[in-house]
């Protein structure tokens, strides 16, 4: 198919159509120069148009680029992406030229353009929590790819979360499945008290893939630090290490810059059930797990959390890279369907329906509630887009739940490196190991 072809029916594709595809297709699309907009840093009318600055130009920017650009041009939402910025410029200059948005190599210059009103960060976990931070500082409202920090970086999460309350920003982490209603209808369930007092949780997240050569290509072998690739950003606050084109294009493998399935697949998983359950930090957490399958990367392909509350419960999270089989599931996503169990009752999902499974010994009977709608990466957004207007911070995905959740992935993550139990100190506000 050519790219004027694809270009074509990217944008006589129906709604439905676009969200299956946003997350996977790299469609060539030609666009024209945003429209005019109004640069202002706090926004109250629900018509005006918001300016978004993609810091990040990667695979999975571009599924956000598309989106935005689908609701802007599809379904008329008031936005536009305005800025783009990358390390690497041949990867920005591709969204320069597709969506005629302005380029920028340092965020800070992004930042610092009037007319972004919100960013969308998506570039290694290592920068997350600085370049939401000086989004925040400077006024932008924020959409951050999962993992919201590194799991080294737990005073940077704790710092995050502070920054945010303080400068009355709204924040989204960016674990879509949050759009899924059978979490929201669950969490008034467990409110209601249909499964007594919750007791146990499962959830995990099972997939085939290294993150190596099939994963992550390199866009170009030859490439070389310089005027279009900037090595000294890359790296961040990371040790310093010779330039490396695997550590540059494939950087998922490498434990400096990335945690495996504890921070890149477990907030998928997590976030949920910690929603449902309205818990915040654990009182201790065990980890195991190592590279089982795939020698070749430095994080580990397969991790197993156990995670104690102080509210007396227990969470299990479970996942490896190495098989897909994750016994229960909705709609083959890889990510395992929660199971919440109380002293009352158990409650799941089987398709289109959440399942309650009383316990022994209760007067309870077996019910089943229609979920009301499932995962959608486009309302996700416009639900954002439409707290950024009314400033209403509690959004899908909120930074408190994601504080609460990359902490205790961060825990797992220490202490199966050092071989101890990870605790948290509540009143400090510190991981101990």
């Known amino acids: 198919m050519s790219d004027k072809q694809e270009s074509n029916n990217n944008n006589n594709l129906t709604r439905r159509q676009f969200i299956r595809r ?19 840093a706090k926004v109250t ?23 935005v650009h689908w609701l802007n041009t599809q379904a008329k939402e008031p936005v536009d992406i305005v800025a ?10 591709k969204v320069v030229d597709t969506y005629g948005a302005k380029g920028y190599m340092n ?18 976990d290592r920068h997350h929590g600085y370049q939401a931070i000086d989004a925040v500082r400077a006024g932008k409202d924020v959409y ?11 005073e940077l999460t704790r710092q995050l979360a502070a920054e945010v309350k303080r ?9 879509q499945g949050m759009s899924d209603s059978a979490w929201h209808q669950m969490k008034k369930l467990v409110q209601d008290g249909l499964i007594g007092q919750p007791l146990h949780a499962e959830c995990g997240f099972f997939r085939v893939g290294d993150w190596g050569e099939r994963g992550m290509p390199i866009d170009d072998p030859n490439a ?5 690739l900037d090595w000294e950003a890359f790296l961040g606050d990371a040790p310093k290490r010779p330039f490396d084109v695997s550590r540059f294009f494939r950087w998922r493998m490498y434990e400096d810059y990335a945690g495996g399935p504890s921070t890149d697949l477990f907030p998928h998983s997590l976030t949920p059930v910690l929603s449902i359950l309205g818990f915040t930090m654990p009182s201790m957490v065990v980890a195991t797990g190592g590279k089982f399958r795939y020698q070749q990367r430095e994080i580990p392909d397969t991790f197993n959390m156990l995670i104690d509350y102080p509210e007396k419960i227990t969470v299990a999270v479970l996942g490896t890279q190495g098989n897909d089989n994750q016994a229960t599931g909705r709609r083959g996503s890889g990510k ?9 009752g158990s409650l799941t999902v089987q398709d289109n329906e959440i399942v309650f499974t009383p316990a022994k010994g209760t007067n309870k009977e077996p019910k089943r509630f229609s979920i009301e709608h499932e995962e959608d990466f486009v309302e996700y957004w416009r639900k954002f887009l439409a707290c950024c207007r009314s400033r209403r911070q509690q959004t899908l995905s909120p930074m408190d739940l994601a504080y609460h959740v990359q902490t205790t992935l961060q825990m797992g993550m220490l202490g199966l490196r050092e071989g101890k139990v990870a605790r948290f100190d509540a009143n400090q506000e510190k991981i101990l190991l």
């Open 45 to 67: 009318s629900a018509n005006e148009r918001l300016g978004v600055g993609f810091i990040g130009c990667g695979g999975r920017s571009g599924a956000h680029l598309r989106t």
């Open 167 to 175: 400068t009355g920003r709204v924040f989204q982490l960016g674990t």
């Open 107 to 124: 965020h800070r210059e992004l930042l610092a353009d009037p007319s972004v009103d919100i960013v969308c960060i998506s570039t290694p």
């Open 144 to 154: 951050c790819e999962k993992p919201v920090t590194h799991w080294q970086q737990f």
């Open 22 to 40: 946003a997350g996977t297709t790299a469609a060539a699309l030609t666009v024209t120069k945003s429209s005019t907009r109004l640069a202002t």
């Open 336 to 344: 395992r369907v929660p199971v919440i169990r109380g002293w009352e």
């Open 84 to 93: 783009a910025c990358d390390v690497y410029r041949p990867r920005l200059q």
């Open 224 to 228: 070389k630090p310089g005027p279009d």
